[in-house]
């Protein structure tokens, strides 16, 4: 049964920072990228950066310049370092996660998701 477990959201003033961890547990296919997605009320949930196991990275536009996505391939762990934070980061962040057989096929996994909410 795979698992992903987040932390590190919290409160935090305009123009600070958090560090958000994801480890994933129970996984016993290849991984194909790990990465967060964030849903502000009101809204749909939206990519904000995905790592896959080849290196590359997708960030939403929006973060660009201010998040950074890391691996830790050891402990199957994801996480983001998110910068100049603005009161429109405000959202619940969920951890991803995309398993694959090595074919086309893919099974993704969430999170429970953590809050973040950046206010004065």
Same mark, same amino acid.
Do not use: H
């Given at each position: 049964?795979?698992?992903?477990?987040?932390?590190?959201?919290?409160?935090?003033?305009?123009?600070?920072?958090?560090?958000?961890?994801?480890?994933?547990?129970?996984?016993?296919? &290849?991984?194909?990228?790990?990465?967060?997605?964030?849903? /502000?009320?009101?809204?749909?949930?939206?990519?904000?950066?995905?790592?896959?196991?080849?290196?590359?990275?997708?960030?939403?536009?929006?973060?660009?310049?201010?998040?950074?996505?890391?691996?830790?391939? /050891?402990?199957?762990?994801?996480?983001?370092?998110?910068? &100049?934070?603005?009161?429109?980061?405000? /959202?619940?962040?969920?951890?991803?996660?995309?398993?694959?057989?090595? &074919?086309?096929?893919?099974?993704?996994?969430?999170?429970?998701?953590?809050?973040?909410?950046?206010?004065?």
């Amino acid at each position: 049964q795979v698992q992903l477990v987040e932390s590190g959201g919290g409160l935090v003033q305009p123009g600070g920072s958090l560090r958000l961890s994801c480890a994933a547990s129970g996984v016993n296919l &290849s991984i194909r990228a790990m990465g967060w997605y964030r849903q /502000a009320p009101g809204k749909q949930r939206e990519l904000v950066a995905r790592l896959t196991s080849g290196g590359v990275t997708n960030y939403a536009d929006s973060v660009k310049g201010r998040f950074t996505i890391s691996r830790d391939n /050891a402990k199957n762990a994801v996480y983001l370092s998110m910068n &100049s934070l603005e009161p429109e980061d405000t /959202a619940i962040y969920y951890c991803n996660l995309d398993v694959t057989d090595g &074919s086309s096929w893919f099974r993704r996994y969430w999170g429970q998701g953590t809050q973040v909410t950046v206010s004065s």
